[in-house]
Nanobody
């Protein structure tokens, strides 16, 4: 019943910017935290950022100072603004819903299908 739909991925050069969006729908989804994870080819899924219903945020060490997570006023859409992109940011980016904004993928209950971000040098 709960669905997440990501958009905004694409190809960008080193130093460029992208903004990802994720629209959530379903019963009681507004009581959950929303987060972004990414998975590069051949690597495990990595925590990127998360935001709680009250607006508190967490960031992975590799993206602090470059990425910003935010949500709209109704908390139905979450965004990931990505600046100063590097080739190592290349990955499939997934949005997810969990009870808490923890940086552990196994503790998130619902996942989108992902959107590809590719950063070229």
């Amino acid at each position: 019943q709960v669905q997440l739909v990501e958009s905004g991925g694409g190809l960008v050069q080193t130093g460029g910017s992208l903004r990802l969006s994720c629209v959530a729908s379903g019963r009681t989804f507004s009581t959950f935290a929303m987060g972004w994870f990414r998975q590069a080819a051949g690597k495990e899924r990595e925590f990127v950022a998360s935001i709680s219903r009250s607006g508190g945020t967490l960031y992975g060490d590799s993206v602090k100072g470059r990425f910003t997570i935010s949500a709209d006023n109704t908390k139905t859409t979450v965004y990931l603004q990505m600046n100063s992109l590097k080739p190592e940011d290349t990955a499939v980016y997934y949005c997810a819903i969990g009870r808490l904004k923890v940086p552990i993928a196994d503790l998130y209950d619902y996942w989108g299908r992902g959107t590809q971000v590719t950063v070229s040098s």
